[in-house]
């Protein structure tokens, strides 16, 4: 099979929600469903000997959340798919906002008691940045919930991203029994399934066939919604479905698989394949062109312990990843020897001899990858750049024993490079006594978790009052204009960039409209 085969069969993607609204539990039966697993972890029990397959971090298990991003590859249907569990918690957004630069489609789901919820709405910016095609899964049925027209109308307009239903539901909480494919108008009713720990038996029939079996009040209260949806919906188109324009809505269960082999056939058959991406320079890179090129999107250190090993997640972009290639680091222009690279199921690897564009490959780091990096076999390139956004938390760092000074730089270098946090230096100090930033409050809990944990460092984080980051461009006059000045805190980052922080909008303003060429940037610029 060719390069460019290989890429079409390809469907690589991530499911995004607000906290709570079942991503960890769709994730278990997609596997379930696809034969990757054979008995689903009981997600709500994680107090018992099972947990999510996703979830590897011990404080992910204890806590029953998901923290780091999990990569999970499976075949289905003669699609070979990548699917990227990205952290449900608010806190670790930073860690999202990179996996969803190396999918090619995403799943939206939605809790239909709840409709779009904050977060939600946070990680579809996200994906509208990046033009991704979008599906949308309405979960858990299986309880009473909004009106299923409502909720097109919440979508619509809250996203303001058009809607066309794929199927709908037929009842709702305990009196729901299945969907009606609206392209095909057959009628897939559900049972079994052992609570959803197991696959379920689906019964099909028509629509025009099935009175007799629903029984006439359920029959003629469907029929009636189908036809107010013929005013409310889009028709589904697979041009504006991969502009992003356009969203493919799927109702169902996670908890009770109602619904969800439905949702994976269309991910695996009409979900985008890997796509062009654009180089700095502006170039065209094509999944089947001959050079093999793919980025880092994630590193992760220590998913073993015991052989401090780190890993960098990489998604390849062009041609046929070999295992022993060798290839140029865009950064640095260094070389690098790929010899032990590996695929995933969640914390379970197997070596990989090859892969093709879309698929993620774990790579073993010697500390000479980054976060963005760019890997090629013949020539140093760059695709466009992973942001870095700007953390809303602030702390110092108070070390227990000084002794340990040389383990703690080492573990706050680690995570850095990972995004566990960020580090900001004062350029009086230099890096002896960096302050750390994170999006969420939750990332310093970590921290210290894995400081104690992997690198055997017992710390007492101080909190700052800082609220506000700011990366700082624009005229040299601007910088020195902040920097004279006392109140204006100017650090910087591991890159040397410099950054503002402050404890409220205000004085960003202030600075704004008197420092003569001042630019102040959320998101670091590339």
């Known amino acids: 099979m060719s390069v460019a085969e290989q890429a079409r069969r390809r469907r690589t993607f991530g499911i995004i929600s607000h906290p709570d609204a079942g991503k960890t539990t769709l994730t278990e039966k997609l596997l379930l469903y696809s034969g990757a697993i054979h008995l689903a972890g009981s997600v709500k029990s994680r ?47 930073e860690d999202t906002y990179r996996v969803l630069a190396a999918v090619d489609s995403a799943v939206m789901l939605v809790d239909h008691s709840k409709g779009v919820e904050s977060r939600t709405r946070k990680l579809f910016e996200v994906c509208r940045m990046r033009n991704l095609p979008m599906i949308t899964f309405m979960n858990k049925l299986d309880r009473p919930g ?86 409310a919906g889009d028709p589904f188109t697979e041009e504006e479905f991969f502009a992003g324009e356009l969203s493919p809505i799927f109702w169902g269960s996670a908890l009770t698989n109602f619904g969800v082999e439905p949702l994976l056939k269309f991910v695996a058959a009409e979900s985008a394949s890997p796509g062009s991406r654009m180089t700095s320079d502006g170039e065209e890179i094509r999944p089947d062109d001959d050079e093999f090129t793919g980025f880092i999107f994630k590193i992760q250190a220590n998913m073993n312990p015991r052989h401090r090993d780190r890993v960098a997640f990489m998604r390849v972009v062009s041609g046929q990843f070999t295992r022993g290639i060798d290839v140029t680091i865009g950064r640095s222009g260094e070389q690098l020897r790929l010899s032990n690279p590996h695929t995933f199921m969640a914390q379970e690897r197997s070596i990989v001899e090859e892969a093709f564009p879309g698929d993620i490959v774990g790579l073993y780091d010697p500390g000479k990858l980054r976060i963005g990096d760019t890997l090629a076999v013949s020539r140093r390139l760059a695709y466009d750049g992973i942001p870095r956004f700007a953390p809303e938390h602030f702390a110092r760092v108070i070390l227990k024993d000084p002794m340990k000074r040389k383990q703690l730089d080492a573990g706050l270098t680690q995570l850095a490079h990972e995004g566990v946090i960020q580090l900001f230096y004062r350029p009086d100090v230099g890096r002896q006594a960096p302050y750390l930033g994170a999006v969420g409050v939750l990332q310093f809990e970590v921290l210290k978790e894995r400081l104690l944990n992997e690198y055997r460092v017992k710390c007492i984080l101080e909190r700052l009052s800082y609220q506000y980051a700011r990366w700082i461009s624009g005229s040299e006059e601007a910088l020195k204009w902040l920097e004279d000045r006392r109140d204006y805190p100017v650090l910087r980052d591991r ?8 404890d409220s909008l205000w004085p960003m303003n202030f600075a704004l409209q008197n420092a003569p060429g001042l630019e102040l940037h959320e998101v670091e610029p590339l």
């Open 495 to 502: 890159n040397d960039q410099p950054v503002l922080l402050s």
């Open 146 to 231: 909004l009106d299923p027209l409502d909720l097109l109308e919440d979508i619509s307009s809250t996203l303001n991203l058009r809607v066309a239903p794929i199927n709908w539901p037929i009842g709702m909480g305990k009196e729901f029994q299945g969907v009606v494919d609206l392209r095909t108008r057959q009628v897939l009713l559900f049972s079994g399934g052992d609570k959803g720990a197991s696959v379920l038996t689906t019964e099909t029939m028509h629509l025009d066939d099935a009175e007799e079996r629903l029984g006439s009040k359920v029959y003629n209260e469907v029929l009636e919604e189908l036809e107010l949806l013929e005013g």
């Open 47 to 93: 107090k018992s000997s099972r947990h999510a397959v996703s979830d590897w971090m011990k404080l992910e298990q204890e806590r029953g959340i998901s923290i780091t991003s999990s990569v999970l590859q499976f075949e289905y249907e003669n699609a070979a798919l990548n699917l990227l569990d990205t952290p449900g918690h608010a806190d670790f957004s």
